[in-house]
């Protein structure tokens, strides 16, 4: 694709210090670099200043080279960025129509109130926002995967409940209480498109400011490599090897909790964390390196490291061993950081999640529980696995309801406090509050307290709802800012050590975790997570410590 004799390539401007086309994470130009590379080089050899391209070498006399133009990324995406019509249009229908419609056909008369028109809305709403997402020509990864999660979790599942007349956790409420439940998670999906809308909005000057761009200095990347070692190595020899890793969830539990291994929910939580989330994120960061680096390929003191935190990561964050959300985090992880560039990974990610969280999801629990304890498919309807526990966002989200206005009220901020200060023993804070679904369950009189508690309950329970709308428009602002962030400074960037292009991929995939919540049980490893960033990141451009 080289450049013709005096000629331009289009979207190119009159000279080479015209300002650049402003640079779009989809574009696939995979020899923009080598050609400003070579563009150097010739520059170097004619002895020219940057900015000629014409004229004689001031050395020798003789003619200067022409300089080999740089390729410029065009304002337009490239054709393979922007889906086809033939697929753009039935993928919107499927989400926004025909799945929505074939799951509210198999209602009832009866059951077609106030509730089942609103989560129809809330359905189809969810829907249109995905579909965006899937053809967007810029790859947001964490609002993909908000919109995924709102879809699955609080769209079709909940749907497919009212049409069932069946919950995965009994409704204690009135039928009242489930109505506000779904308008204040309709009321969330709008505030947080508002928040995303007035990211867009940011000053000409904040925009223009210089940022700082984080990187991995090499030697404590090193560092952090030794720390997911002693971790995970410590974590399996409190099991006696790695053994009880690929046996069941629930038997990890129990020894954490009560068998020994920890005396406190506390110290249990800080002993999976270190064991886990280390060897993760060392194995995110050596993956890029590895992917981005052809010097890195072939060095053994990059490679063999890599292999051994492959090793651990699936005796520890194996999906047998670990919870299913937790997983996913792993899985989008890596996904997106070893396929940092691909929409074709991006948008199978996006719209194959729909299929794997009905059809796959629910049953991935098949190694839950000792084979004596697994329970068995009680139902034939196609609509089960969308009403089994994995679902319970909005139901409990009603129950959350009931139980305030039962005399409970709001919690002004105690329980965002607890969250934040998860790591504070509760013999020290004597007001320190439990996990939103532990006391809506225990208010309830369930056996299993393990309930979900999305993050429109948990603020709305610290909050009520003009607090709820105003947290979810900040999550939007933030999301949207990342992943704007993330395409400016991550996405297109060849740094092998780029921190960003790190950091949004393990984002979006715990993102999962968030949206389920509840937030204390889900702040411990994003604590140990900011701790290894800290250790590893650096903003001095030092180019002895930095990946090549």
């Known amino acids: 694709m080289a450049d013709q004799p005096g000629g331009r390539r289009p979207g190119e401007g009159e000279g080479e210090g015209d300002a650049r086309a402003p640079l779009d994470e989809t574009v696939q130009i995979r020899m923009a670099p080598l050609a400003a590379k070579a563009a150097r080089r010739a520059r170097a050899a004619a002895g020219t200043s940057p900015g000629a391209g014409t004229g004689t070498d001031t050395r020798t006399g003789a003619p200067a080279r022409r300089p080999f133009t740089p390729f410029v990324i065009p304002k337009s995406p490239a054709p393979r960025a922007v889906l086809s019509r033939a697929l753009a249009v039935p993928l919107v229908v499927l989400l926004v129509f025909v799945l929505p419609l074939a799951v509210a056909g198999r209602s009832q008369p009866d059951v077609r109130d106030a509730v089942f028109w609103l989560q129809l809305a809330t359905t189809c709403y969810a829907g249109a926002r995905l579909s965006a997402m899937i053809l967007t020509t810029r790859r947001r990864l964490i609002q993909g995967t908000v919109w995924l999660f709102c879809y699955v979790a609080m769209g079709l599942a909940p749907l497919a409940q009212i049409v069932l007349e069946q919950t995965p956790t009994p409704a204690v409420g009135t039928r009242g209480d489930f109505t506000r439940a779904v308008a204040l998670v309709l009321a969330g999906f709008v505030a947080f498109d508002v928040g995303a809308l007035l990211s867009r909005h940011a000053s000409a000057a904040r925009v223009s400011r210089p940022r700082p761009v984080a990187s991995v200095n090499k030697r404590r990347l090193y560092l952090l490599v030794i720390v997911a070692y002693a971790g995970s190595a410590l974590l399996i020899a409190s099991f006696g090897g790695p053994a009880p890793f690929f046996g069941s969830r629930q038997a990890i539990s129990d020894e954490l909790t009560g068998g020994g291994t920890s005396g406190s929910q506390v110290g249990s939580a800080f002993l999976r964390g270190f064991g886990t989330v280390p060897a993760l994120l060392a194995l995110l960061m050596m993956t890029r390196w590895l992917v981005m680096s052809r010097r890195a390929r072939r060095q053994p003191a990059v490679v063999l490291p890599w292999a051994g935190l492959v090793l651990i990561n699936v005796i520890v964050n194996n999906p047998i061993s670990n919870p299913r959300y937790w997983f996913l985090t792993v899985a989008f992880a890596l996904l997106f950081t070893a396929f940092p560039r691909s929409p074709v990974v991006y948008r199978a990610a996006l ?32 609509l089960e696995p969308l009403v089994v526990k994995d679902y319970d966002q909005t139901v409990m989200f009603a129950n959350t309801i009931s139980y305030a206005d039962a005399g409970a009220g709001h919690t002004y901020g105690k329980q965002l406090a607890s969250s934040a200060f998860f790591f504070v023993p509760r013999s020290v804070w004597d007001g320190k509050q439990r996990d939103s679904g532990v006391k809506v369950g225990t208010w309830m009189g369930m056996t299993n307290v393990n309930l979900s508690s999305p993050l429109w309950t948990e603020l709305w329970l610290d909050f009520g709802p003009l607090g709820m709308a105003g947290g979810m428009l900040l999550v939007g602002y933030g999301a949207a800012r990342t992943d704007r962030r993330f395409a400016e400074s991550g996405h297109m960037s060849r740094d092998p050590g780029n921190v960003m292009a790190t950091v949004v991929p393990l984002i979006a995939g715990y993102s999962f975790i968030l949206l389920r919540g509840p937030l204390l049980q889900a702040t411990g490893r994003i604590g140990i997570a900011v701790l290894c960033l800290a250790l590893v990141s650096t903003f001095r451009p030092d180019a002895h410590k930095r990946l090549r």
Do not use: C, H, I, N
């Open 351 to 382: 719209a194959g999640g729909v299929a794997m969280a009905v059809l796959l999801f629910p049953f991935a629990d098949k190694f839950r529980y000792d084979e004596s304890a697994r329970r068995q498919t009680q139902s034939g309807s196609v």
